[in-house]
């Protein structure tokens, strides 16, 4: 279902609620929001990759039908976990895909990558309210992906700050007399730095971010901006403006989270204090809205709000991602797979920060020529399998 189509959830509470990725950030975020009326509420499915112990702990405060660990090691700690609770424990990608499959008013997908698109899809596909914090599910398969939830009737609500102020703002039935959007962006902990403290940036200094507190694979992508080279993919498959007027701005106070411009001159914007209760909230509560504990935005403490246009020599992903987009076909995927590798690369030591970009510029040069558009979600996938198998051994030999 587009968006500017999506049906209100009228049913009564309480609402059947899963949460894949409930460990993360955004995931814990939306169980905070949840416990805080928790008699709204009914838990089917919390799903995590590697954090068992937070899991069962999860699992024992909120109840849910099924826990459901992705690593398949980790089931024994987890079944032990929650033994004598009446909860179900399962682990792997099989179980995580049947506990999407489960019915739910609304589901939260926040499994951070493309490990995220076959459970999300799953989710869509029994047709429910999906609040989509993966962005790697439209920019991996953004056709395949909206094809599937225009066949089940589900309804994407997005979660990110910017495309969740995007949603706020615009008139959906005026697309043609939309000028442009603009994404906000921080500029990240090096939105400052030169090209020779970039180069010499440790793994903790990249997860640093000035204003949001993340999982360490996107605050590395706010480092790079390669986040917003993704966001720019996802915000063409969400709102249909088309690519050239998508821009994107620097904003280091992160309180304008983005904005619409129209034909007539008017701008409107979404603002906020930079907090992921107020998107998450919004699409929990949505066609309403709900209390939340986020600090209130005060301008007049603030005092002032600076912008700026993204430098694309110190962050060429900007630049790589626009250009995956405006190929189109497998370069999207290539794109997303080869950054993945890079940055798990990066966190574990094995490369440097600005090799991160090189690593993704030289696959995408070296790939995207000679990979045929996929045709199926599936084609997708196998893309993404082999290019993470030629970035992987580019780490090895250190050929960056």
């Known amino acids: 279902m587009a968006l500017e189509d999506a049906a209100p959830i009228t049913q009564a509470a309480p609402r059947r609620i899963s949460v894949l990725g409930a460990t993360g950030s955004v995931g814990c975020s939306t169980l905070d929001l949840i416990e805080r009326d928790r008699t709204a509420y009914e838990i089917v499915a919390l799903t995590a990759h590697a954090k068992v112990d937070a899991l069962i702990e999860q699992a024992l405060r909120l109840r849910p039908e099924v826990a459901v660990i992705a690593r398949e090691d980790l089931y024994e700690p987890l ?6 609770t009446g909860i179900e424990a399962a682990a792997g990608e099989a179980a995580l895909i049947e506990a999407a499959s489960r019915p739910a008013d609304w589901v939260m997908a926040a499994i951070v990558g493309a490990a995220g698109l076959h459970p999300t899809l799953a989710a869509v596909e029994q047709g429910a309210h999906v609040a989509l914090a993966n962005k790697e599910c439209l920019v991996c398969a953004g056709d ?14 997005p979660v990110d700050s910017e495309h969740n ?4 703002v615009l008139e959906a039935d005026a697309l043609d007399r939309v000028d442009k959007i603009v994404l906000t962006a921080s500029g990240g902990p090096f939105r400052t730095a030169s090209l020779e403290e970039m180069r010499r ?8 971010h000035p204003q949001w507190d993340m999982g360490a694979k996107i605050s590395v992508d706010s480092a790079t901006m390669m986040n917003k080279g993704l966001e720019l993919i996802e915000a063409h498959h969400l709102f ?24 007539d ?32 935005l005060d301008l007049a403490q603030i005092g002032k709000l600076t912008f700026e246009a993204p430098d694309l020599k110190r962050f060429p992903a900007l630049t790589l991602a626009r250009n995956a987009l405006q190929s189109g076909g ?22 440097g920060f600005l090799d991160i970009v090189q690593l993704v510029e030289r696959l995408m ?19 993404d399998r082999f290019v993470r198998q030629k970035a992987a051994e580019r780490v090895q030999k250190c050929a960056v």
């Open 144 to 157: 395949f992906f909206l094809q599937a939830v225009a066949r089940s009737g589900a309804t994407l609500l």
């Open 265 to 296: 001159g008017s701008v409107l914007a979404q603002l906020g204090t930079p907090d992921m209760r107020i998107p998450i909230a919004n699409t929990l509560a949505w066609p309403a809205r709900m209390q939340t504990p986020a600090a209130r």
């Open 79 to 84: 079944r032990e976990g929650l033994a004598g």
């Open 365 to 383: 040069d070296e790939l995207a020529g000679g990979i045929a558009a996929p045709d199926t979600l599936e084609g997708v996938m196998e893309i």
């Open 201 to 208: 940036a440790t793994p903790a200094q990249a997860v640093a």
């Open 330 to 351: 497998a370069a999207p995927t290539i794109l997303n797979a080869a950054n993945e590798v890079a940055v798990a690369a990066f966190l574990a030591g094995k490369l």
């Open 165 to 168: 102020a995007i949603f706020q």
């Open 240 to 263: 249909p403006v088309g690519e050239a007027r998508i821009d994107i701005l620097v904003h280091p106070q992160s309180i304008i989270h983005s904005m619409v411009a129209y034909a």
